[in-house]
């Protein structure tokens, strides 16, 4: 399954999420790509996360396993 989400600082982020080997970013330059883009993503199969998070400059994407963090 993979993680989706959104912040403003994704190295702090990532080591919260128990630094994933497949860690995956973009940036955004405009808050209301980066919210169409998470929730579009959050509709593909065997996809999980949180919306309205407070930041939005950069998306992410994990695999979750056993050592990561949600």
Same mark, same amino acid.
């Given at each position: 399954?993979?993680?989706?989400?959104?912040?403003?600082?994704?190295?702090?982020?990532?080591?919260?999420? $128990?630094?994933?080997?497949?860690? *995956?970013?973009? /940036?955004?330059?405009?808050? %209301?790509?980066?919210?169409?883009? #998470?929730?579009?993503?959050?509709?593909?199969?065997?996809?999980?996360? $949180?919306?309205?998070?407070?930041? *939005?400059?950069? /998306?992410?994407?994990?695999? %979750?396993?056993?050592?990561?963090? #949600?």
């Amino acid at each position: 399954m993979k993680y989706v989400g959104l912040t403003d600082d994704p190295a702090r982020r990532k080591q919260e999420h $128990g630094n994933p080997s497949d860690w *995956w970013q973009r /940036g955004f330059s405009r808050e %209301i790509e980066a919210r169409a883009w #998470e929730e579009i993503s959050l509709k593909m199969p065997d996809t999980t996360g $949180g919306t309205g998070g407070a930041g *939005w400059r950069y /998306g992410y994407t994990y695999t %979750i396993t056993n050592n990561t963090i #949600e």
